[in-house]
């Protein structure tokens, strides 16, 4: 199982980090990805993180976003900076055996958490 906490109302400019927190597998042997699907658009992916801690990017979001794990704890975070009304979306984890970009590679889904970026 996977779940995802930690999203909440917060200002353009202001920073969040979400929390994926994994049960019945270990992180030392899977790649967890991040997702987020905003309103009326197609869910995309956000970057993900690899068993040996390798982290991958959507361009777009390279140097907002950061990828980071605790494979001890089971958790694996998403720390967003420099937020934008843009980046209002429901944000998911999942669970892959290699790190991919493409959605229909991820076999377990996490419920996800809403974040909205407004003034």
């Known amino acids: 199982q996977l779940q995802a906490f930690g999203g909440v109302l917060v200002q353009p400019g202001g920073s969040l980090r979400l929390s994926c927190v994994v049960s019945?597998?270990?992180?030392?042997?899977?790649?967890i990805g991040w997702f987020r699907q905003a309103p009326g658009k197609e869910r995309e992916w956000v970057g993900s993180i690899g068993a040996e801690g390798v982290t991958y990017y959507r361009s777009s979001m390279m140097g907002r976003f950061t990828i980071s794990k605790n494979n001890a704890d089971n958790i694996v975070y998403l720390q967003m900076n420099s937020l934008k009304p843009d980046d209002t979306a429901v944000y998911y984890c999942a669970r892959n055996e290699q790190c991919r970009s493409d959605r229909m590679a991820y076999d377990y889904w996490g419920q996800g958490t809403l974040v909205t970026v407004s003034s």
């Open positions: 019945g597998f270990t992180l030392d042997d899977y790649c």
